[in-house]
Structures are given as structure tokens and as C-alpha cells.
């Protein structure tokens, strides 16, 4: 065995072939793959190896397109079957929130380039005439380019392309420990000797867990069972093959929550379990004598589903069972892989919790290996970025959630919706009055959030649709009142972070795409990547010469500190501090907010005394050390108060006494968002994305480009240069029952010319906003746009940003 290289993968399934062949194409030869048993012996070997491109978000769409272009060319290259085809797969919607669901994917596959057809009732039946005719059928969704691959096959292809390219396998050879080496790069020790690295990648299957706690990390992921039948042959298939007619779609029905395909003249039956029969694996530790084994069959825990699938299709009970397949695979709290740089050590990658490894394994190897060898993923990757869970993670929690995201893997999914296991989790001292208040609670970094606000704690009932609802007449008011008198919003959950040190102003200036505040000043600034893509979204307080206090996204707490940490001099003279544990915010705002706070502080909050964008520290009733910026995310005047948690009780409480009576209302982060939308206010993870400039985000006010280096300057000022590509514009568009939402699809004079980043209803001006990334010739103010929302063609128009108040005068008031 070698004795160095500049990569090592550990994982020899087909995550670790894809990301071993792709880092030889994007010219890393240099590079080895340690598999403890044989390729393939995991997970993979006994995947069913379907191939789906349905999922509600753009990034994730091109990526599961991206896997079967890739094995696409792997074929190719080979010039030998891996199994792959592409016979399609047709979903079948029984119930109308079903088939919004389909109608609502229409535009994000428009927006992806994934091909999509919605079908009525009858082209279901055409499609696929094995479906016994049922008077419940909505229709249905065809997705033509899905299929399925032989995961063997396709495993083994890549990794003879990699060899082929100079990579090097060892099988047998298993990895036992790792070791940090003083010049940043790995020690691997295995039964076959050590082997040292520049780069290491884990891709390591059902052994995620327990082999990522070698270096200290916990990964949220965990083995769950999961099993497929196959017939005999039926005839009327194999009748079909003889007379060279296609294959028919994969066929999805909720009514019997499985996957039916065809299987060499027979038919997989592929059933997902319900949270109360799931199984899970190795929660552990994956026995030392599992290897390429199966368990055994469990017929119970799909019962219900075989009998509705033999009424769906009554082809599949005139032939008998053939076999059952039954093994661990990964899965995460959200049914999304983990991948991308560990936090907290460099130069080691995670690639793990693959919920269908054969599907993410060729977009996985491709972007892993940008990201290496580039220093770039080269697209948006956030939303399966390993960092984007917080310290919230546990055993017992992963085991919860995994238990209700496969659980629920049939049923129909719906942006916003808020699924109850493993919760509260992480509440402010706030979260009983505020549940007392009517409080119906969402999920932030493991924080409970308020969503909105009900008259009364029997109302508080979570509605999720892609339908108007009852509970929007309850944000119209929270909405009314922040506008006209006043509303407190718990932000408990955001991220703060201290800096300080004596060269921490050097140092951050250095990240930060906008000056440096003056000391008791407030700005935005946004850090970029070196090609000026938005990485992270700071509030920054300056509190002295050489010490700040940076707030940021509940959601990106860990990226955001990975990412500082490890840029940080070395010579300890820059300090980072996490304090989002420790300390409470309350957002105060709307015209009344000074008459509601000044009589519980002696701070002089008149506009001369406390200008908009300044931070003081002082006292809120018995509250002290209290640190009042005034800031908003909503337009209005208003103040956040960031606190001792052990305050936060104490505030809410006197805040809601002193503001009720003045017409104060509490309101949650729906109310919000649609306020940040009416102020044209860019959103992290929406329009502030690695894979769009800041100055593509219409953030020119905000970077600095004459101010010194800092990271992506050079990128931007060659936009600057050359022009945008890109342009991040405002929408307005008509409500019709359904809103939009985020990555459709955008048309102008019938030509797609981009797509959705976030949108919804504005309650204040009763009509859809949306900001939409689009090309730079048709962004002026009036250019009339199409967006594709819920399978319609809605008419909108480019309109100025910021809708509500433009200037920002009700904000400075």
C-alpha cells in the first residue's frame, strides 16, 4: 500500500467510487480509496438503484439531474451497460393537496431543466394501464428522464475509471484511526499500515456515526431498514418485451405509499415503512461480522401497504414472490446527505447520511471533488452542507427525527410544515408565556421560533397548505400592528458571535465585503467566497476600536463559526467568542415602539439621542447589561434588545404589559417575512447564496470595493468591469389562492430567463412579491414577467425595491 497521497477516501460503496473517479477527472490522480471488506459490500450492493429528480428546491433538482448525466457518460465511456434506464416515473395524486404539491413542482422543474408533465386522471391511466381505474385519482406528474441503474454495476464502472485515471484501491484494508498532523494534513492508520494525506474523505456508509466519533464529531444520520419484493415474471410484461414495447414508468401511488417497477419481466415492489413499523440499524455500532449480509424479511411491517397495492394493481397478486431484499441504508433528520468540510478540522470531508447513495453519488463526487480540488463546489450546496445542524445533535434526537422523515417519505410535502418529534428541543425562558399567548411554534437550529400567533392557545392549531389558510387572518393583524402601533418578536435563536483582539479590526475588515462600522455604529456586511458569492449575512456592532458583536442566522451558526475559526491568524491575537446560548433578543418595532420602551429605561431613545443604526448598552426594567440596537428586519422604527437569557423571561413579560395596552400585538416569523419582502431586505440561503455575487444581489450599498482587499474583491471588481450576468429584481404578482413561493420558474416573452429565490403574500399590500434572478437586459422597472406558480402563468411586473417606505424614513423616525 502506498505510504502518501494527496487524497484518501474511506468507503468503497458508490459514493466513494464517484468521488475517487471525479477527483482523477478534475486532475487529481494522486489519490487512494480504502474499502474494509469489497466494493460495493454496503448499502449499495443491495440498493434497488432508483434514480428520482422530484424534489421541491432548484439546487436539488439539477443535482439529481446531474447524477444521471454522469452515469450517463460513465456508460459511455465504459462502452458497456451499467444498467442504466430511463424508463421514467409517474407519481399518481388521490387527494388535492397531492396534486399541489405536483402542481407546484411544475415551475421548479421548469426552473431546474428537469422535463416534467402533469397528467389528468385519464393520461394516468394511459400511462400506466397495470393502475386499476379509481374515481379518487387528481391526476398525476410524469417525469421522463428517471429510472433506475444496477448500483453494482455503476459502482464498479467508476471505479475502474478511476483507476484507469491513476487512482488506486485497496480493498480489505480497513481504517482504524486518524491523527491531525502539525502540517494540516491526515494520518490514516489501518490494518495494512498508515497511510498520510494532504485531504481526507469520509464516505463510510452505515458506519458514519461511529467512525466520525473517532475525530470527535456527531454526525445526525442512522442506518434505517428498508426492503423491496420481487415477483416471478408476469406475463403480460414479458409479452410487452417481446414486442420491443418500452417498459412501463416507475409508478408511485400515496394510496399504497411503495414504488412499483419493472424487474427483468417481474415487478419490484418497493413499500415505505410508517413511523410505527420503521426499523432502525446499528444505532450502536455496525456489527464487526456485518458485512454483505441482508436481514431477514419483515412482512408485517408493510402489510397494509402490499393489500392497497395488490387493489392499485391487482396485476401483482396473479404471480408469486421471487425474493425479498432487506439491509440498512442511511438516513438524516431531513432526508438530505451530509456533506461538504467538517467543522472544525481542516482538510477533512464528509460525504455520509446518503438517503439513496446510488442517487447522490454522482452529483456527490462531482461537487466534493470541485470543492477540493478548486477550493469551490461550483453551485449552491448549501441546503446539504454538513454544517447546517446545529450543536443540538444527539443519539436520541437523530433517532426521533430519522423515525418521522422516512416515516413520512410517501406523504405529500409542503413548504413550512413543522413535524412534532423530538420537540421542544431548545426554548428561550419565553416559549410557555408566549405559548399561553396563542404561540404556534417553528424550527430554527433546534430553537423553538414563533410562526405566528393565534387569539388564544385553543386556536393555536399548525395549518400547513399550498392553499390560503385560516391562520393568514391572524398574520393580517399581527402585520396591521407592526405597521400602524407595534409588535415584540421572540429572536432568541440568532446566532451572536464576539470578536476582539488586537488586530481583530484587521482581521474581520478582511472578510467583510463592507467597511467597518465606527464604534457604536451598526452595518450589514456580507462575507464572501473568492468568486463574491455570498457565504454569510452579519449584523456587526462595533463596540471598541478592536472588539465586535456579529449577529447572523439561527441556521448559520455552525457554517458561519467554521468558518471564522478557521480563517483566524494563528498567532492568537483574534479572539472568537459564541455567545448565542447565552444571551436573548427581543425585536421590538412599529411607530408606538419608543412610547412602549422608553418608560423601562433610562437610555434617551429621541432620535438625537439613539440615531437609527447605533447600538447602547443599559438597563430594561430589572434587566441590566442589556444591549439595545435600534435595527429592524421589518422597515419600521424599532429596537432589538440582546440580553442575559436568564432576562428573557422578565423582558417579554414587561414588554407585553407596557405594549398591549398601546395596541401591541406579538407576532411570528411569517409576519416577518412578508414585512422583509415589502422592504426588499435579502434573505441568507435565498437571494445572500455562494453561487450569487453580492453585487448580482443588488448589494452594491453594502460592498466596498475601494476599502482594501478582502476575500472575493478581486472577483467583484471584474463584474464591475465586465458586467453581471445575473440580476436579482422585484416582482409583483397576483394572489390567487395560492402564492409563490421560491425557485420558479421565470419566462419573459415565453423564454426562460431565470428563476424565483424566495416570494410569498404581502399582507400589508394584499398582492405576491418575489425576488427573481434574472438576466441584466430585462430588469428595468416595468418589464413584464410570466412566473410559473402552481402550474399557471401568472402575469407579474419588475417594480423599484422596497414597496414600503423607499427611503426608510419610517425606520429613521
Known amino acids: 500500500m502506498k505510504s502518501h497521497a494527496k487524497v484518501v477516501v474511506v468507503g468503497g460503496g458508490a459514493v466513494g467510487a464517484a468521488i475517487l473517479y471525479r477527483l482523477t477527472e478534475h486532475g487529481c490522480k494522486d489519490v487512494v480509496l480504502l474499502e474494509r471488506s469489497k466494493l460495493t459490500s454496503g448499502s449499495t450492493w443491495h440498493a434497488a438503484g432508483l434514480l428520482v429528480t422530484f424534489v421541491r428546491s432548484i439546487h436539488i433538482s439539477k443535482m439529481m439531474h446531474e447524477s444521471i448525466d454522469l452515469f450517463t457518460e460513465v456508460e459511455q465511456k465504459l462502452g458497456t451497460s451499467v444498467g442504466l434506464r430511463k424508463v421514467g416515473q409517474l407519481r399518481v395524486a388521490n387527494t388535492q393537496e397531492r396534486?399541489?404539491?405536483?402542481?407546484?413542482?411544475?415551475?421548479?422543474?421548469?426552473?431546474?431543466?428537469?422535463?416534467?408533465?402533469?397528467?389528468?386522471?385519464?393520461?394516468?391511466?394511459?400511462?400506466?394501464?397495470?393502475?386499476?381505474?379509481?374515481?379518487?385519482?387528481?391526476?398525476?406528474?410524469?417525469?421522463?428522464?428517471?429510472?433506475?441503474?444496477?448500483?453494482?454495476?455503476?459502482?464498479?464502472?467508476?471505479?475502474?475509471?478511476?483507476?484507469?485515471?491513476?487512482?488506486?484501491?485497496y480493498q480489505d484494508t480497513e481504517a482504524q484511526a486518524y491523527e491531525k498532523l502539525p502540517d494540516g494534513g491526515w494520518k490514516v492508520v489501518t490494518d495494512k499500515g498508515d497511510i498520510t494525506c494532504e485531504h481526507l474523505v469520509f464516505a463510510t456508509g452505515n458506519y458514519a456515526r461511529e467512525n466520525a466519533r473517532r475525530v470527535g464529531l456527531e454526525l445526525p444520520c442512522l442506518p434505517i431498514v428498508h426492503q423491496y419484493w420481487t415477483t416471478e415474471p408476469v406475463p403480460e410484461l414479458v409479452e410487452r418485451r417481446k414486442q420491443g414495447l418500452p417498459e412501463y414508468p416507475i409508478l408511485r401511488d400515496e394510496d399504497y405509499g411503495a414504488y412499483l417497477r419493472e424487474d427483468v419481466g417481474g415487478i419490484q415492489f418497493g413499500p415505505y415503512e410508517f413511523e410505527k413499523d420503521l426499523k432502525l440499524f446499528a444505532v450502536d455500532g455496525v456489527p464487526k461480522d456485518f458485512g454483505m449480509d441482508l436481514l431477514p424479511e419483515d412482512f408485517e411491517a408493510v402489510e397494509t401497504q402490499w393489500e392497497k397495492a395488490l387493489e392499485r394493481v391487482p396485476t401483482l397478486g396473479t404471480v408469486g414472490i421471487k425474493s425479498n431484499t432487506r439491509g440498512p441504508f442511511q438516513m438524516t433528520p431531513?432526508?438530505?446527505?451530509?456533506?461538504?468540510?467538517?467543522?472544525?478540522?481542516?482538510?477533512?470531508?464528509?460525504?455520509?447520511?446518503?438517503?439513496?447513495?446510488?442517487?447522490?453519488?454522482?452529483?456527490?463526487?462531482?461537487?466534493?471533488?470541485?470543492?477540493?480540488?478548486?477550493?469551490?463546489?461550483?453551485?449552491?450546496?448549501?441546503?446539504?452542507?454538513?454544517?447546517?445542524?446545529?450543536?443540538?445533535?444527539?443519539?436520541?434526537?437523530?433517532?426521533?427525527?430519522?423515525?418521522?422523515?422516512?416515516?413520512?417519505?410517501?406523504?405529500?410535502?409542503?413548504?413550512?410544515?413543522?413535524?412534532?418529534?423530538?420537540?421542544?428541543?431548545?426554548?428561550?425562558?419565553?416559549?410557555?408565556?408566549?405559548?399561553?399567548?396563542?404561540?404556534?411554534?417553528?424550527?430554527?437550529?433546534?430553537?423553538?421560533?414563533?410562526?405566528?400567533?393565534?387569539?388564544?392557545?385553543?386556536?393555536?392549531?399548525?395549518?400547513?397548505?399550498?392553499?390560503?389558510?385560516?391562520?393568514?387572518?391572524?398574520?393580517?393583524?399581527?402585520?396591521?400592528?407592526?405597521?400602524?402601533?407595534?409588535?415584540?418578536?421572540?429572536?432568541?435563536p440568532m446566532t451572536k458571535t464576539i470578536v476582539r483582539g488586537p488586530l481583530a479590526a484587521k482581521w474581520l475588515d478582511g472578510i467583510l465585503a463592507n467597511a467597518l462600522p465606527k464604534v457604536g455604529r451598526v452595518s450589514l456586511a456580507v462575507a464572501c467566497n473568492r468568486n463574491g458569492g455570498v457565504e454569510a449575512e452579519y449584523t456587526v456592532v462595533r463596540d471598541g476600536e478592536n472588539e465586535f458583536y456579529l449577529v447572523s442566522s439561527p441556521t448559520a451558526e455552525v457554517k458561519n463559526w467554521d468558518m471564522l475559526n478557521k480563517a483566524l491568524p494563528k498567532d492568537g491575537s483574534v479572539i472568537l467568542e459564541d455567545v448565542s446560548n447565552q444571551i436573548g433578543i427581543l425585536a421590538l418595532a412599529?411607530?408606538?415602539?419608543?412610547?412602549?420602551?422608553?418608560?423601562?429605561?433610562?437610555?434617551?431613545?429621541?432620535?438625537?439621542?439613539?440615531?437609527?443604526?447605533?447600538?447602547?448598552?443599559?438597563?430594561?426594567?430589572?434587566?441590566?447589561?442589556?444591549?439595545?440596537?435600534?435595527?429592524?428586519?421589518?422597515?419600521?422604527?424599532?429596537?432589538?434588545?440582546?440580553?442575559?437569557?436568564?432576562?428573557?423571561?422578565?423582558?417579554?413579560?414587561?414588554?407585553?404589559?407596557?405594549?398591549?395596552?398601546?395596541?401591541?400585538?406579538?407576532?411570528?416569523?411569517?409576519?416577518?417575512?412578508?414585512?422583509?419582502?415589502?422592504?426588499?431586505?435579502?434573505?441568507?440561503?435565498?437571494?445572500?447564496?455562494?453561487?450569487?455575487?453580492?453585487?448580482?444581489?443588488?448589494?452594491?450599498?453594502f460592498v466596498k470595493l475601494d476599502k482594501g482587499d478582502f476575500t472575493g474583491r478581486d472577483a467583484l471588481r471584474k463584474q464591475t468591469e465586465e458586467g453581471l450576468t445575473r440580476k436579482l429584481v422585484m416582482l409583483k404578482l397576483p394572489f390567487r389562492e395560492t402564492s409563490v413561493i421560491a425557485d420558479e420558474a421565470v419566462f419573459h416573452n415565453g423564454e426562460l430567463v431565470g428563476h424565483v429565490t424566495s416570494g410569498g403574500f404581502s399582507y400589508h399590500l394584499q398582492h405576491d412579491l418575489a425576488f427573481a434572478l434574472v438576466r441584466p437586459d430585462v430588469t428595468a422597472v416595468g418589464t413584464a414577467f410570466q412566473v410559473r406558480i402552481h402550474n399557471e402563468l401568472r402575469d407579474g411586473v419588475v417594480i423599484e425595491e422596497s414597496p414600503h417606505d423607499p427611503t426608510s424614513a419610517r425606520a429613521r423616525a
Open 99 to 169: 396534486m399541489d404539491e405536483f402542481l407546484s413542482y411544475k415551475g421548479v422543474a421548469d426552473a431546474a431543466g428537469v422535463p416534467c408533465e402533469i397528467l389528468t386522471p385519464e393520461q394516468v391511466q394511459e400511462k400506466h394501464p397495470l393502475l386499476n381505474p379509481n374515481e379518487n385519482i387528481k391526476g398525476g406528474i410524469l417525469v421522463p428522464g428517471d429510472g433506475y441503474i444496477n448500483p453494482s454495476d455503476i459502482t464498479m464502472g467508476m471505479a475502474k475509471l478511476a483507476r484507469d485515471n491513476g487512482a488506486k484501491i
Open 334 to 492: 431531513d432526508e438530505l446527505p451530509l456533506m461538504g468540510p467538517a467543522p472544525g478540522l481542516d482538510n477533512l470531508w464528509i460525504a455520509e447520511g446518503m438517503p439513496g447513495g446510488i442517487m447522490w453519488s454522482g452529483t456527490i463526487g462531482e461537487r466534493l471533488a470541485r470543492w477540493i480540488v478548486n477550493g469551490d463546489p461550483g453551485m449552491d450546496v448549501s441546503e446539504i452542507d454538513v454544517r447546517r445542524f446545529g450543536d443540538y445533535v444527539t443519539k436520541r434526537w437523530t433517532m426521533e427525527k430519522v423515525h418521522q422523515t422516512w416515516g413520512t417519505h410517501m406523504h405529500a410535502h409542503i413548504p413550512g410544515e413543522d413535524r412534532p418529534r423530538a420537540r421542544p428541543q431548545k426554548t428561550a425562558p419565553s416559549y410557555d408565556l408566549l405559548t399561553a399567548k396563542g404561540a404556534v411554534w417553528t424550527l430554527m437550529n433546534g430553537w423553538e421560533f414563533p410562526r405566528w400567533f393565534a387569539p388564544s392557545p385553543e386556536l393555536a392549531i399548525p395549518e400547513h397548505s399550498f392553499r390560503q389558510t385560516e391562520h393568514m387572518q391572524f398574520v393580517t393583524d399581527e402585520v396591521k400592528a407592526v405597521r400602524e402601533t407595534a409588535g415584540l418578536l421572540e429572536l432568541t
Open 590 to 701: 412599529g411607530p408606538r415602539s419608543r412610547e412602549i420602551l422608553q418608560p423601562l429605561t433610562d437610555n434617551d431613545l429621541s432620535n438625537e439621542a439613539f440615531p437609527w443604526l447605533t447600538s447602547q448598552m443599559g438597563e430594561v426594567g430589572y434587566a441590566n447589561k442589556v444591549r439595545l440596537i435600534r435595527v429592524s428586519y421589518n422597515g419600521e422604527l424599532g429596537w432589538e434588545l440582546h440580553h442575559p437569557l436568564c432576562f428573557n423571561r422578565h423582558l417579554t413579560d414587561l414588554l407585553i404589559k407596557e405594549g398591549e395596552p398601546r395596541g401591541m400585538k406579538l407576532f411570528g416569523v411569517e409576519a416577518l417575512e412578508s414585512m422583509r419582502l415589502e422592504k426588499s431586505y435579502r434573505a441568507i440561503w435565498r437571494e445572500l447564496r455562494p453561487d450569487i455575487s453580492a453585487l448580482e444581489a443588488g448589494l452594491d450599498r
